[in-house]
């Protein structure tokens, strides 16, 4: 009896243990099951990664996987198909880069970048050969709002777009004075908005085609950018600091008198001369009026030539060395020879202050503006710390190398 007790307690024992053993195993399994070895996080970071190594096919296969499989709430999907949109539209997929910009947008119609999309959307339909879907598309998505008043003064229209004189004459205004002296002609004007409206259709059809999204042009972009803002500040300091007086203009141009003497200048006539041994027939011809007259004045220290005889410095010099009616020996100028008779003369004279004051007050104010820029740059870049590091090899290190 008491053998039968003691087997009893050793299988109700074993039983215990098996069922401990089981039921761990039961619970490792079902904790493994719970945590898969790949989530939707890893997915994400692996397509980000593929993106990033530049293995777009690779990055858009993955995004398609995340996208079918994640839970994440709609604003977040739509970011995600808005990023496969744009690089179907790199690898020029572009059926499959507005699949997905379209579904961006019913994931989240009221999203920060809408303006954005609507210009992708044009892009790819606009690269996809489908012009005429891609203006539907521009039109209605820069729909005036109904009810928004309507301008009388319409200039241009572009499909449903309107430009109004407004803006040309805001276009115009800022144009140098006599740029805008000219388009104050009404069919200078005409011509100019002709060429504005082509302008405008070009610039949006580059728009459709994404090229303002490429690199170059960004950088061409930003460096415009950077040197209106550089002229712009460098303006504002030199209106700040720039102050005239007549007293300035005429103190400098006491100092600079010489810079404003009329040259010695002369006309002259010439013959072209066949043969050195009939120069005493053109001399004679010229000394009769028959040679053919330069009507400009000819500058002394000039080189240049009128009525297309190009440039000779030594038939100038010649030129200056005779009086008026003087025959100047036989000189070659492209390869023919020439005769020179001096017609009339002049000498070098003074110009008067008041003659030549705003040629003065030009350049005056041009070097005092010069000389504002350079303080300013000067300043900018000692309270900077501005050092150039760079120096460039001696000519012998050239050599050597």
């Given at each position: 009896?008491?053998?039968?007790?003691?087997?009893?307690?050793?299988?109700?024992?074993?039983?215990?243990?098996?069922?401990?053993?089981?039921?761990?195993?039961?619970?490792?399994?079902?904790?493994?099951?719970?945590?898969?070895?790949?989530?939707?996080?890893?997915?994400?970071?692996?397509?980000?990664?593929?993106?990033?190594?530049?293995?777009?096919?690779?990055?858009?296969?993955?995004?398609?996987?995340?996208?079918?499989?994640t839970?994440?709430?709609?604003?977040?999907?739509?970011?995600?198909?808005?990023?496969?949109?744009?690089?179907?539209?790199?690898?020029?997929?572009?059926?499959?880069?507005?699949?997905?910009?379209?579904?961006?947008?019913?994931?989240?119609?009221?999203?920060?970048?809408?303006?954005?999309?609507?210009?992708?959307?044009?892009?790819?339909?606009?690269n996809?050969?489908?012009?005429?879907?891609?203006?539907?598309?521009?039109?209605?998505?820069?729909?005036?709002?109904?009810?928004?008043?309507?301008?009388?003064?319409?200039?241009?229209?572009?499909?449903?777009?309107?430009?109004?004189?407004?803006?040309?004459?805001?276009?115009?205004?800022?144009?140098?004075?006599?740029?805008?002296?000219?388009?104050?002609?009404?069919?200078?004007?005409?011509?100019?908005?002709?060429?504005?409206?082509?302008s405008?259709?070009?610039?949006?059809?580059?728009?459709?085609?994404?090229?303002?999204?490429?690199?170059?042009?960004?950088?061409?972009?930003?460096?415009?950018?950077?040197?209106?803002?550089?002229?712009?500040?460098?303006?504002?300091?030199?209106?700040?600091?720039?102050?005239?007086?007549p007293?300035?203009?005429?103190?400098?141009?006491?100092?600079?008198?010489?810079?404003?003497?009329?040259?010695?200048?002369?006309?002259?006539?010439?013959?072209?001369?066949s043969?050195?041994?009939?120069?005493n027939?053109?001399?004679?011809?010229?000394?009769?009026?028959?040679g053919?007259?330069?009507?400009?004045w000819?500058?002394?220290?000039?080189?240049?030539?009128?009525?297309?005889?190009?440039?000779?410095?030594?038939?100038?010099?010649?030129i200056?060395?005779?009086?008026?009616?003087?025959?100047?020996?036989?000189?070659?100028?492209?390869?023919?020879?020439?005769?020179?008779?001096?017609?009339?003369?002049q000498?070098?004279?003074?110009?008067?202050f008041?003659?030549?004051?705003?040629?003065?007050?030009?350049?005056?104010?041009?070097q005092?503006?010069?000389?504002?820029?350079?303080?300013?740059?000067?300043?900018?870049?000692?309270?900077?710390?501005?050092?150039?590091?760079?120096?460039?090899?001696k000519?012998?290190?050239?050599?050597?190398?």
């Amino acid at each position: 009896m008491k053998k039968n007790v003691i087997v009893t307690i050793g299988v109700i024992i074993l039983l215990v243990i098996v069922n401990l053993f089981i039921t761990k195993k039961v619970s490792n399994y079902t904790n493994c099951s719970q945590q898969p070895a790949w989530t939707d996080k890893l997915q994400l970071e692996y397509a980000n990664t593929l993106l990033s190594k530049g293995l777009n096919t690779n990055a858009a296969q993955a995004f398609e996987v995340y996208i079918e499989r994640t839970h994440a709430n709609n604003k977040d999907l739509a970011g995600i198909c808005n990023k496969l949109g744009d690089i179907y539209l790199d690898l020029k997929e572009y059926e499959k880069a507005l699949a997905n910009f379209y579904k961006s947008e019913l994931l989240d119609p009221n999203s920060d970048d809408k303006q954005d999309m609507n210009q992708k959307i044009v892009s790819a339909l606009e690269n996809s050969g489908l012009s005429q879907q891609a203006q539907y598309e521009l039109e209605s998505r820069t729909a005036v709002k109904p009810g928004a008043p309507k301008s009388k003064n319409v200039a241009i229209r572009i499909g449903k777009r309107e430009i109004t004189i407004e803006e040309i004459d805001g276009v115009i205004n800022n144009f140098p004075e006599s740029v805008r002296k000219e388009l104050s002609n009404d069919d200078a004007k005409l011509r100019f908005i002709r060429e504005y409206a082509a302008s405008e259709v070009l610039y949006e059809k580059g728009k459709k085609l994404g090229l303002d999204k490429l690199n170059s042009v960004r950088i061409m972009i930003e460096d415009f950018k950077k040197k209106l803002i550089l002229q712009e500040l460098l303006r504002n300091e030199v209106d700040k600091e720039l102050k005239i007086t007549p007293d300035d203009i005429s103190l400098y141009y006491q100092a600079n008198q010489k810079r404003y003497r009329t040259p010695e200048r002369a006309k002259v006539a010439f013959l072209e001369l066949s043969d050195l041994a009939k120069n005493n027939e053109i001399a004679s011809k010229l000394k009769q009026g028959k040679g053919e007259k330069i009507e400009e004045w000819i500058e002394k220290g000039s080189v240049y030539l009128p009525n297309n005889l190009g440039e000779s410095k030594e038939a100038v010099e010649n030129i200056f060395k005779q009086q008026k009616g003087g025959i100047v020996d036989p000189v070659k100028i492209k390869g023919k020879l020439y005769m020179f008779i001096v017609n009339d003369k002049q000498p070098s004279t003074q110009q008067g202050f008041e003659e030549v004051k705003q040629q003065v007050e030009g350049e005056y104010r041009m070097q005092k503006q010069q000389q504002i820029v350079k303080s300013f740059v000067d300043r900018a870049m000692e309270q900077q710390e501005v050092a150039i590091l760079f120096q460039p090899k001696k000519t012998d290190e050239k050599v050597s190398k």
